[in-house]
């Protein structure tokens, strides 16, 4: 498990870096300033510049609605890792929920973001034994030279070297309906729409502020609701930072059930945990290790959720509760997690 | 046998006659099942070693339908590092739609590539870019290839798709090739483009063929040095109509095969064509199939015949490594026969002769493949 996570850190670090490369690739030119009026200041053409490269100007909100089905929170607005920024390199589109898509577009230099972000995706594929899991080939015809299936169910297309990348988070958007966003993207390249991204940003910062509020995650659920779930705990929870651990009789020797709570901005990660764990049981068995099969976790108060007997993992409201529970039945898990996840 | 030998003769004038008709004919390699075209060239990426950079690839075509045509790419890998050489099948599909009309053409294959990418064609152009080429003199067109000047086909991770026009240089070169042992010239047009992608140029050439139902690329070359051209195509020729048959009659034998033939004819000796390997080395490739399951039918049919199994070189890499390959590749057949086969190893006997029998100049890339042969000799 702890390789599992680390190889996803590093991909989670080497996508971002590689995100925030692209930053530098984003400009048609960086250097060409002479369609600026001359005698304007350098600050005054880097707003310029920065405009050029709204990644919003090229998915219509209507087609984006109309392809998701339902009708946006707000408007498309432009951000850094979920975070609404007036200069930011990717363009969100929010919905109900806070489920969402965003659009990167690499009009220059996103071949060579392509190569490593798809080197970096099939070097972990092998490490992890998931061949193609994190970046298959798709035979999907389109205005592309090849798209890639990514593990969020979003896809990222290359075009000589324009980049066009559509990550998913919380929707359940079919290939076909993200690959006539893609090819709607490919077709604005060259007229971008009259949309400004930086504008929707205060918007967004508002929304934000209708999001759960991180909270210590001892606090999630009372020592009284716990037992009443778990029997007598052998001590009061401990916290860290970011994990709370209850320790409790089970039927042979003591338990030991910890979590952790991921405030925002975790669908894609969610995705992308379980993709990688259903693939684990074949890495597991060749490594003559128990495999554990992923499954659907029942109703609940949440979203969605899964778990293969050690790892259980909830999320609701871009909420991720990470519960590690080895040898702790399902049932009783689930009742845990449902007092958690009510708190969100 | 001696009826067998008459029609064995006949069979043979037959083949001459054939031929001699196939050369007046313009050259043209049928885009059907069974075809198998081989590639030499240069990639500054493999290690010189004893093929001095030279290497061959083939190509064999498994299926020909209304919608898609199945083709397997059969080569070695060498990955930058000779011990890491592996032999490698791609199989691929285009569809026929593509064929015809596609502008994109995908040099470089990928490990994780799905059967089918839509929208292209592989090492093929299409009829729409051959029609534009000849009528227009330029059309557009997008190369899926590896970095710079790479002519390596297998890649484990990425490609690029350089952009660019084509422009015709000389609207009709001939290039010679062997087509089932015999030497033609195919018609090709030759044209250039400087294509881009990103920071990156690729300056390259390709001469198609000018047969508008198998527009193959019979050459590309990029400006930095690598090249690749077609210098065999072995294909399968549909027999003779057989004369209408009285009712009743019996089925006659079958015809006796070219290789059979000549066997069986004056000079015992015959080429085989249709045997591949991988370049400088013994490793029998699956496009040999229907070549040693011909003779393995025919020695199974004669099992008088005793045959000896030739191995012969062109001359590159040396005497001694020649002799020593060609030895190799002898038993290689040997053992193929008699162990996937079953032909008894008292009908084989093997024999290497390396560079010292060439049929043809060792100066050119086609007469180097010509000289890389099996031959067999009966003994009679």
């Known amino acids: ?344 | 046998v001696q009826s067998r030998n008459l029609k064995c003769a006949f069979a043979l004038a037959l083949c001459t006659i054939a031929a001699a008709s196939a050369r007046a004919e313009p050259a043209r390699i049928p885009l059907q099942k069974g075809l198998v075209l081989s590639y030499s060239g240069f990639a500054s990426e493999i290690p010189q070693q004893q093929t001095a950079g030279e290497m061959e690839r083939v190509v064999e075509f498994l299926d020909r339908t209304a919608e898609l045509l199945t083709l397997q790419i059969q080569f070695t890998d060498y990955a930058g590092d000779p011990k890491l050489r592996r032999q490698v099948l791609i199989t691929r599909t285009v569809r026929e739609k593509d064929m015809q009309s596609a502008h994109k053409v995908l040099f470089r294959f990928l490990a994780d590539d799905p059967s089918n990418l839509p929208g292209l064609t592989l090492l093929h152009a299409s009829k729409a870019l051959l029609h534009d080429l000849v009528a227009d003199g330029h059309s557009d067109f997008v190369f899926g290839n590896g970095p710079i000047g790479a002519s390596g086909w297998f890649s484990a991770l990425s490609r690029k798709y350089y952009r660019g026009v084509l422009n015709v240089v000389e609207p009709t070169v001939p290039i010679e090739i062997l087509a089932n042992g015999e030497k033609i010239a195919i018609p090709t047009i030759h044209v250039h483009g400087v294509l881009e992608v990103g920071d990156l140029t690729s300056d390259v050439e390709f001469w198609f063929s000018t047969d508008s139902d198998n527009p193959l690329i019979v050459r590309s070359q990029a400006k930095e040095g690598n090249w690749i051209q077609l210098v065999r195509a072995d294909f399968p020729v549909a027999p003779a109509p057989e004369p209408p048959k009285a009712a009743g009659e019996k089925p006659p034998a079958p015809a006796p095969t070219i290789v059979e033939a000549q066997l069986a004819g004056p000079q015992c000796r015959t080429t085989l064509h249709g045997v591949y390997f991988d370049t400088g080395s013994v490793a029998l490739l699956p496009a040999s199939t229907p070549a040693l399951q011909q003779v393995a039918d025919m020695l199974k049919q004669h099992g008088d015949w005793s045959i000896t199994i030739e191995g012969h070189t062109d001359n590159i890499g040396g005497e001694a490594y020649n002799l020593d390959l060609s030895n190799r590749r002898a038993q290689a057949v040997s053992d193929a026969l008699s162990g996937q086969y079953g032909i008894a190893p008292a009908q084989l006997k093997t024999s290497g002769f390396g560079q010292t029998r060439p049929v043809d100049s060792n100066e050119t890339i086609v007469g180097r493949a010509h000289n890389r042969r099996v031959e067999l000799a009966r003994k009679c």
């Open chain 1, 1 to 344: 498990m702890l390789t599992i996570a680390a190889a996803m850190r590093h991909a989670a670090l080497a996508t971002a870096a590689l995100l925030a490369a692209s930053c530098a690739f984003a400009a048609d030119d960086p250097t060409d300033f002479s369609n600026l009026v001359p005698n304007k200041t350098v600050e005054q053409s880097l707003d310029a510049l920065n405009a050029q490269n709204d990644p919003c100007k090229y998915a219509a909100r209507k087609d984006v609605e109309a392809i998701v089905g339902a009708p946006m929170a707000i408007p498309p607005f432009r951000s850094v890792a979920d975070r609404p920024e007036p200069q930011g390199t990717e363009c969100r589109y929010l919905f109900k929920d806070f489920h969402a898509f965003s659009i990167v577009v690499s009009r220059q230099g996103g071949d060579k973001l392509f190569e490593a972000l798809t080197g970096v995706n099939t070097t972990l594929d092998r490490k992890l034994e998931t061949p193609g899991n994190l970046n298959r080939i798709l035979p999907l015809e389109g205005e592309w030279d090849e798209v890639r299936a990514t593990s969020d169910g979003g896809l990222v297309a290359i075009r000589g070297d324009s980049l066009v990348s559509v990550t998913l988070a919380g929707l359940a958007l079919s290939r076909e309906k993200v690959a006539d966003l893609v090819n709607a993207i490919y077709r604005n390249l060259d007229h971008p729409l009259a949309v400004d991204g930086a504008a929707g940003v205060a918007a967004a910062r508002e929304f934000d502020k209708t999001r759960p509020k991180p909270r210590p995650p001892c606090s999630l659920i009372s020592r009284a609701a716990a037992e009443a779930v778990l029997g007598p705990l052998l001590g009061p929870p401990i916290e860290t930072a970011k994990d709370c651990a209850l320790s409790f009789h089970g039927p042979r020797s003591a338990l030991m059930l910890g979590y952790v709570v991921k405030w925002r901005n975790v669908y894609s990660e969610y995705a992308m945990l379980r993709g990688v764990l259903t693939a684990a049981p074949k890495a597991a068995a060749n490594n003559g290790e128990k495999p554990f099969d992923v499954l659907d976790a029942a109703a609940g108060p949440w979203e969605k959720g899964f778990q293969n007997g050690v790892l259980f993992v909830f999320i609701r409201h871009d909420v991720m509760l990470e519960i590690s529970a080895p040898g702790v039945p399902v049932e009783t898990v689930d009742k845990i997690a449902a007092a958690i996840v009510t708190q969100f």
